[in-house]
């Protein structure tokens, strides 16, 4: 029963930033490793951003220098931070991240989080 929340998507201007967040709905559950996808109307869904559980991380060549993944173990909370955001940037974003219960290890889609750029 345990879902991905995702949160901090919306309406921000050309070269502004958003912070988009993904959390389990239950906390007994952890992340170990994270991903960010995108889709914007009439193409398929890309990959934008990963989080290995080793902590490694890698980017889309449309968005490095830009966004930043990463975990806060303590919150128990995968981010995405983005900046210098442009208007190709509008999509619908998804969190896809496998959350460890004991010795159960299963991967997770969020509902996704709309993020318009525009003027």
């Known amino acids: 029963q345990v879902q991905l929340v995702e949160s901090g998507g919306g309406l921000v201007q050309p070269g502004g930033s958003l912070r988009l967040s993904c959390a389990p709905s239950?906390?007994?559950?952890?992340?170990?490793?994270g991903d960010w996808y995108r889709q914007a109307p009439g193409k398929q869904r890309e990959l934008v951003a990963k989080?290995?559980?080793?902590?490694?991380?890698n980017y889309a060549d449309s968005v490095k220098g830009r966004f930043t993944i990463s975990r806060d173990n303590a919150k128990n909370t995968v981010y995405l931070q983005m900046n210098s955001l442009k208007p190709e940037d509008t999509a619908v974003y998804y969190c896809?991240?496998?959350?460890?219960?004991?010795?159960?290890?299963?991967?997770?889609w969020g509902q996704g989080t709309q993020v318009t750029v525009s003027s």
């Open positions: 896809n991240a496998f959350l460890r219960f004991d010795f159960r290890i299963n991967d997770y």
């Open positions: 239950r906390n007994i559950f952890r992340i170990t490793a």
């Open positions: 989080l290995t559980s080793g902590g490694s991380t």
